[in-house]
C-alpha cells in the first residue's frame, strides 16, 4: 500500500568542515536508505534518540532539505521534480506543527493575522474571515481570541493555535516534531486529543515526531523506530515497545520511568 | 529545628499586587527528598529562587525559610552569596545556560571548591575529579579542560549535579534536571543523582511536573497548584490514593502503556481549562473553576490544609483500588 507522502530510499549526509585543503572531505551520514510512508486517516509515529536523524527526516519530508539519493512522493509524484503549479500544491496540502509554540508565531501578530498569512502566501482564494473562524473553532477555541497576541496564551492555548494555522489551507497531511513535549501534563492530554480528533474528522494523514514511547503509543498507530539514520523496526506501537527486538528499541524501552516501577522502588533499576 | 534541611513556614513571593507563591509550607529532613510538582505557573521556580535567595529584581518575599539555624529570607546578599553551593545550591533546567560558555568547566568547578574550602589549587583538582568519576564522566582530567559547548547535554549536566555536590550541601534544589535531556540519558543522569546524594546524606528537593521522576526519587511529594500546595504527603500514598481532584487529574492524564487500548479507542482523561493567570485568581479554591466537583463552598471559601491536603471534597478511592 501506498501513502500518501512517501519516502522511498532516502539517504542523506553532511559534509564536515575541512581542516586544510589539502584533506579530502569528511561527510556525516545522517540518513541511510530510509523508506517511510504516511497514509491517509492514519496516524503514524517516529520515535528515536536524539542524533538518530529524527529531524532531518522531517525536514526531507516537508521538502525543506533534498536528500542525495532516493525519492520524496507525494501523491505519487517526485518532490523534486515537480513544477512551480504542483510544487504550490504540494505546499498547500501540507501542514507543520513545531515543538515550541512560541517560537513559532510571530509576537508581533495578532493570532488572527498569523492564521491568514498561509491563505495569503499560498495565494489562496477564499473567504479569509469564515476560513479564520471554523479553524480556530475547530481547535476548540472561541474566534474573540482572534485578535490578542501570543504572549497572552499559555503554552497549550498556542499549541492550539499553531496547530489551527497548520490546518488553514486544508492540508491532507499534518507533520508535528514534538508537539506536546513542552507543555504540561494535563494540557498535553488535551492536545494530543484534538490531534487525534483531527485524524479522524478530516481524514488527516499525520506524522507525529516524538522522544515520550507513551505519547507515540497512544497517539498513533503505526510507529517507526529511527537510530543512527537507518529504520530499524516498524509496527504496532504496543506490540512493538512490549517486544522490541532491536537493540535501539530496546534501549528506548528500558529507559522509560513508569509509575509502577518508581512506586515499587524500581524506578531506576 | 536541627533535624530538617529546609523548613518553609507560609512563604509568600510577590511582585507588587501579583503573588505568585501563596502561603507555602514545607519541611525536608535531613538526608530527605522531596517532589515539588505542578504545572508552569504554579510557583514552584519561584519558590526554589526564593530559598536560594536568587529571585529576580522586583520579587520580595514574606514568610521564614529556615535551613541551617538561620532564617534566609533576613539574611543579606553577601551572606546568601557565601552560603550558595556551599550549604545550598541548585540543578537548573538548562546546564548550557547555567555554565559560564567562556571558561572551562574546570575553572568553574575547581574555583567553587576553592572559594567555599581552603584546598589548594592541585587539592580542589584532585576533589573534581574524584566527583567527575563519581558521576560517570569519562577521562576526568581532560573533562576538565573542555568548555561547556564542547560537551554533550547529558555530560553538561552532570557536571552541573557535580558542581552542586562539590561542596557537600544539606539541601540541593533540582528544578527540571532531566527535562532538556533525551530520555535515553535522562534515566542515567537521574541514578547518578540518586546515587550520590544517597551516598552523602544530602537533602533533594525535585522540582518537576514529570510525575515518574517523583515516584522514582523521591520519598515525599508536595502537588502546588497556583500558588498554594494542594496536597503533600508519601509518594506511594499520594500517588496512588490521591485525594485532591487536580492530582487525580495529574495522574490521570499522564499516558501511560497501560492505559492504552489497542484499538486506539482510548481517550486521555485531560482537566479541562488551563491555569488561570495569577492577576484573576477565582476567589475560594483556586481550582474551583477546572474542578467537576466544585461546589457553592469552593466559590467562596478558601480551602484550609489539614492534613497535607487543600480541598473541601476529597476523593474517597475505594480501598481494593
Not at chain 1, 25 to 52: I, K
Not at chain 2, 33 to 52: D, F, I, N, W
Not at chain 2, 71 to 81: A, G, H, K, V, Y
Request: one cysteine or more.
Amino acid at each position: 500500500m501506498t501513502g500518501i507522502l512517501e519516502l522511498r530510499g532516502v539517504s542523506q549526509a553532511y559534509r564536515l568542515g575541512r581542516r586544510s585543503p589539502f584533506v579530502t572531505a569528511s561527510y556525516l551520514q545522517v540518513l541511510s536508505n530510509v523508506d517511510f510512508a504516511v497514509r491517509t486517516g492514519q496516524a503514524v509515529g517516529l520515535v528515536g534518540e536524539s542524533g538518530a536523524g529524527k529531524t532531518t527526516m522531517t525536514r526531507i519530508l516537508t521538502g525543506l532539505e533534498r536528500p542525495q539519493t532516493g525519492q520524496v512522493l507525494f501523491d505519487g509524484k517526485d518532490l523534486w521534480e515537480m513544477n512551480a503549479v504542483e510544487r504550490l500544491e504540494f505546499r498547500r496540502n501540507l501542514g507543520v506543527v513545531m515543538q515550541n509554540p512560541r517560537s513559532s508565531l510571530d509576537p508581533r501578530m495578532p493570532v488572527g493575522s498569523s492564521l491568514l498569512e498561509p491563505l495569503r502566501s499560498l495565494g489562496i482564494d477564499c473567504d479569509h474571515v469564515a476560513r479564520v473562524n471554523e479553524v480556530i473553532e475547530q481547535v476548540g477555541m472561541a474566534s474573540s481570541v482572534l485578535g490578542r497576541y501570543p504572549h497572552e496564551f499559555s503554552g497549550g492555548q498556542l499549541q492550539r493555535i499553531a496547530i489551527a494555522r497548520a490546518l488553514m489551507t486544508r492540508p491532507i497531511v499534518l507533520i508535528a516534531d514534538e508537539p506536546v513535549s513542552a507543555l504540561d501534563v494535563s494540557i498535553q492530554a488535551q492536545v494530543l486529543n484534538l490531534l487525534m480528533d483531527l485524524v479522524t474528522d478530516l481524514n488527516l494523514a499525520l506524522m507525529l515526531v516524538a522522544h515520550d514511547l507513551s505519547v507515540v503509543a497512544y497517539a498513533t498507530s503505526r510507529v517507526s523506530v529511527l537510530a543512527a539514520g537507518e529504520i530499524v523496526e516498524t509496527g504496532q506501537p504496543l506490540e512493538l515497545f512490549s517486544r522490541p527486538k532491536s537493540k535501539a528499541t530496546q534501549d528506548l524501552v528500558a529507559a522509560v520511568l513508569t509509575m509502577e516501577a518508581g512506586l515499587a522502588g524500581r524506578g531506576l533499576d | 529545628m536541627t533535624d530538617s534541611a529546609m523548613d518553609v513556614r507560609d512563604l509568600f513571593v510577590g511582585n507588587g499586587d501579583l503573588q505568585a507563591v501563596r502561603g507555602v509550607s514545607f519541611s525536608i529532613p535531613v538526608g530527605g527528598r522531596m517532589g515539588l510538582v505542578g504545572e508552569s505557573g504554579s510557583g514552584k521556580t519561584l519558590t526554589a529562587l526564593a530559598m536560594m535567595g536568587l529571585l529576580p529584581v522586583g520579587w520580595s518575599t514574606e514568610g521564614r525559610i529556615l535551613h541551617d539555624g538561620v532564617d534566609l529570607s533576613c539574611q543579606s546578599d553577601s551572606q546568601l552569596s557565601r552560603r550558595r553551593g556551599r550549604t545550598i545550591s541548585m540543578v537548573f533546567q538548562d546546564p548550557l545556560t547555567a555554565l559560564d560558555p567562556v571558561r572551562r568547566v574546570g575553572h568553574q568547578i575547581i574555583s567553587l571548591i576553592r572559594r567555599h574550602s581552603d584546598a589548594g589549587k592541585a587539592e580542589a583538582t584532585e576533589q573534581a575529579k574524584a566527583l567527575f568519576r563519581q558521576m560517570n564522566l569519562p577521562r576526568p582530567a581532560q573533562m576538565l579542560r573542555a568548555y561547556p559547548h564542547q560537551l554533550s547535554g547529558g555530560q553538561r549536566q552532570r557536571i552541573m549535579i557535580a558542581i552542586a555536590l562539590a561542596c557537600y550541601p544539606q539541601l540541593i534544589i533540582a528544578d527540571e534536571p532531566t527535562t532538556a535531556l533525551d530520555t535515553t540519558v535522562q534515566k542515567q543522569v537521574l541514578r547518578t543523582l540518586d546515587v550520590a546524594v544517597r551516598e552523602r546524606g544530602t537533602a533533594l528537593l525535585m522540582i518537576t511536573h514529570n510525575l515518574p521522576i517523583i515516584a522514582a526519587i523521591c520519598d515525599t511529594v508536595a502537588v502546588m497548584y497556583a500558588g498554594r500546595i494542594v496536597e503533600a504527603g508519601p509518594v506511594a500514598e499520594v500517588f496512588s490514593k490521591p485525594r485532591h481532584p487536580y492530582t487525580m487529574g495529574l495522574l490521570r492524564s499522564q499516558p501511560t502503556m497501560d492505559n492504552i487500548a489497542l484499538d486506539g479507542s482510548s481517550r486521555l482523561p485531560s482537566i479541562r481549562g488551563t491555569v488561570p493567570p495569577l492577576q484573576d485568581l477565582a476567589i475560594g479554591c483556586a481550582f474551583q473553576p477546572r474542578c467537576e466537583f466544585a461546589t457553592d463552598k469552593c466559590r467562596l471559601e478558601t480551602p484550609k490544609v489539614i492534613e497535607g491536603l487543600s480541598c473541601w471534597h476529597p476523593i474517597v478511592l475505594d480501598a481494593e483500588e
